[in-house]
């Protein structure tokens, strides 16, 4: 057995606007997929930052 066999596989990178022609239907709809899901965990980050950002401005207004 090798070692490397042990280590969880890496997902390849994807990169904005590269070439998709290549791809397979079903590496398009993992895509989509993963980038539904990286969209939604970006807007629940902005959607915490700003209420921080809310919560600092109410504060400093006293």
């Known amino acids: 057995m ?3 066999d042990l280590r969880p596989k890496s ?6 606007g590269e ?3 290549g791809l397979a ?3 398009l709809e993992a895509r989509i997929v ?8 970006v ?3 902005l959607k915490a930052k700003r209420a921080h950002e809310s919560a600092a401005a109410a504060l400093f207004k006293r």
């Open 19 to 21: 070439p998709l022609a």
């Open 34 to 41: 993963a980038l539904g899901e990286e969209i939604a965990r």
């Open 2 to 4: 090798d070692w490397d």
């Open 25 to 27: 239907i079903s590496e």
């Open 11 to 16: 997902k390849p990178a994807m990169t904005i």
């Open 43 to 45: 807007e629940a980050e």
